[in-house]
């Protein structure tokens, strides 16, 4: 039975769930099927389930996302993909597919009016996304610090306001975007008419496609972007060996995509269909699922950089429970990363005590508490971090962003220069633990602007 629940949901919601995670998908399938799991396949294989699938869309997607998320691609964006097409059009069109909560299409609209390079009356920005609670979130346009981790506190205070639910964004950023609860596999011509966009981000959200579900998403969206208009995957995605449609680009540590003129799909009509009508239950193949690669904790370690939370939890858990220091940390980090800040801190402190530990488990709790708003309390457990190493250069990076924030501006700027002095040699370790999804270049930029920033401050 499971194994037909997973054909469904790769078929409709085009998420590939790998062997290894069947097992937890057990108790949804009970949950939903209320002891009818035969009726249940077959009222979900039909066309009259559209409700079902919004909430099983709820219960299945991974929404991972922040504000200012991959800087540099929507750097890229804002200064120099949209401001080429304002000579050629009256309105600039941004499609972000897959957009989660919001953090990503809100980042375009305010990064587009703090670079002040397109006239945010020009710009038009739409978010879709397949999670209805997801979207829901979105239009709310309500966030909690954690969603602004990457935002620097003069940015935040300018397009946000403090309310007792968390960061209300700014009514003339959020009224720039709209949303829209759309299944990327469904067929919409209208939606994807040639032309529709001059940009499209559709970033991590194809890593949980397979190949073949992946290439037509990627046609449909080569179709509707105007011709040299451009595509921005997530930096664990590539189209290699997805689409020919597309030249690469590179702009610091940015990869992007652009059409190219003579795109095939462009020319002819609109590529087939992605959710083909409904199969009956017994029609459908018994198993779908890829194989991760690597095995164990450097499984975990990849997906955590590709920030897969979920499906790195997934793993750790059906690994032997393992007691030495590094999986031990990575348990901790992974559940800082699912809010569970209790147990995060349990597991610090036990790793505060064994040597070899005592930087990155201080790091941790930094963290929880700088998650939990004790931004005091984290900035003397990042001065520990680096005490215990002195070479811990992300400890000197949210030491120094800290110290930044609290005012004390000479220790501000030892910190984070220290940190731009350490980063090219950071352990590997540490960046795919505590790297939050920024390269070793995208950590030197944010603290670059960290500096700048200390510069600015009268
Ligand atoms: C990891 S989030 C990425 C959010 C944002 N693009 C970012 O990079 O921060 C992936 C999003 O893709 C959405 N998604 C997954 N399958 C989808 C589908 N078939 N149609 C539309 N959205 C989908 C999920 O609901 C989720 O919100």
Redesign the pocket.
């Known amino acids: 039975m499971i194994d037909r629940f997973v054909a469904l949901v790769q078929q409709r919601?085009?998420?590939v769930i790998d062997k290894g995670q069947w097992g937890e998908l057990e108790p949804l399938l009970a949950e939903r099927a209320a002891g009818a799991v035969e009726r249940y396949l077959e009222r979900l294989a039909s066309s009259s389930s559209q409700e079902e699938w919004k909430a099983l869309?709820e219960r299945l997607?991974?929404?991972?996302?922040?504000f200012l998320?991959?800087l540099t691609q929507l750097e890229t964006l804002v200064d120099e993909v949209l401001p080429s097409f304002l000579r050629q059009s009256s309105n600039i069109r941004v499609l972000?597919?897959?957009?989660?909560s919001g953090?990503?299409p809100y980042s375009v609209a305010l990064l587009a009016r703090e670079r002040g390079r397109v006239d945010a009356s020009r710009l038009r920005i739409l978010g879709?996304?397949?999670?209805p609670r997801?979207i829901a979130l979105a239009r709310r346009a309500c966030y909690s610090s954690w969603s602004l981790r990457a935002v620097p506190v003069a940015l935040r205070d300018q397009w946000f306001k403090r309310t007792p639910e968390g960061f209300a964004l700014r009514p003339q950023v959020r009224d720039q975007v709209i949303f829209e609860e759309?299944?990327?596999?469904e067929d919409a011509p209208a939606f994807w008419a040639p032309g529709s966009f001059h940009a499209i981000?559709c970033?991590?959200?194809v890593l949980?496609f397979p190949p073949e579900v992946t290439r037509r998403i990627i046609a449909r969206m080569a179709q509707a972007l105007v011709p040299g208009g451009f595509l921005f995957l997530?930096p664990s995605e590539t189209l290699r060996g997805i689409s020919e449609e597309f030249e690469l680009l590179r702009r610091g540590d940015a990869f992007y995509y652009r059409r190219l003129p003579t795109s095939p799909t462009a020319m002819t009509s609109r590529p087939p269909p992605l959710l083909p009508p409904p199969p009956s239950v017994a029609a459908l193949p018994r198993s779908t699922s890829t194989p991760p690669p690597v095995d164990g904790l450097e499984a975990v370690l990849r997906l955590l950089e590709a920030?897969r939370y979920t499906e790195a939890w997934a793993r750790l858990e059906a690994l032997p429970q393992e007691e030495q220091p590094r999986a031990l940390l990575l348990r901790a980090v992974l559940h800082l990363h699912a809010g569970r800040l209790e147990a995060a801190e349990h597991l610090g402190r036990q790793l505060t005590s064994a040597g070899a530990t005592e930087a990155p488990a201080q790091y941790l709790l930094g963290l929880c508490l700088e998650q939990s708003g004790n931004e005091v309390g984290a900035r003397s457990r990042y001065t520990a971090a680096v005490r215990a190493d002195p070479t811990f250069a992300l400890g000197y990076l949210r030491a120094g962003t800290l110290a930044r924030r609290a005012g004390d501006l000479a220790d501000a700027r030892v910190g984070l220069r220290m940190a731009l002095s350490l980063l090219p040699q950071e352990k590997p370790l540490y960046l795919s633990l505590f790297g939050g999804g920024f390269g070793r270049h995208g950590l030197m930029q944010v603290g670059l602007q960290e500096l700048h920033a200390c510069t600015e401050v009268p």
């Open positions: 919601l085009g998420l869309a997607t991974v929404g991972e996302t922040y998320r991959h972000c597919a897959g957009c989660s953090e990503e879709i996304d397949v999670n997801a759309r299944n990327l596999l981000l970033r991590n959200v949980y997530g920030e």
